[in-house]
């Protein structure tokens, strides 16, 4: 049974829909990702910098 020219571009749309809504979600789950992972690296720095740190004299540096 052969699909008329309205079936063929549902068909066609469909696909690209389907494609579109699966790369956003790739690309949201990515960013995500790559956020927590920077939000981890602050929060180490955050916690390393935390203390009390001796003063050695006057050094310069240029």
Known sequence: MPLS???KIAIG???V???GIYAF???KDSIIR???ESM???QRMKKANIGD???VGN???N
């Open 34 to 36: 790559n956020r927590y």
């Open 5 to 7: 020219d309205l079936a």
């Open 40 to 42: 981890q690296v602050r």
């Open 13 to 15: 749309w469909s696909i």
């Open 53 to 55: 740190y001796e003063k």
């Open 17 to 19: 829909t389907f494609a």
């Open 59 to 61: 050094r310069r540096f």
């Open 25 to 27: 979600v790739v690309s």
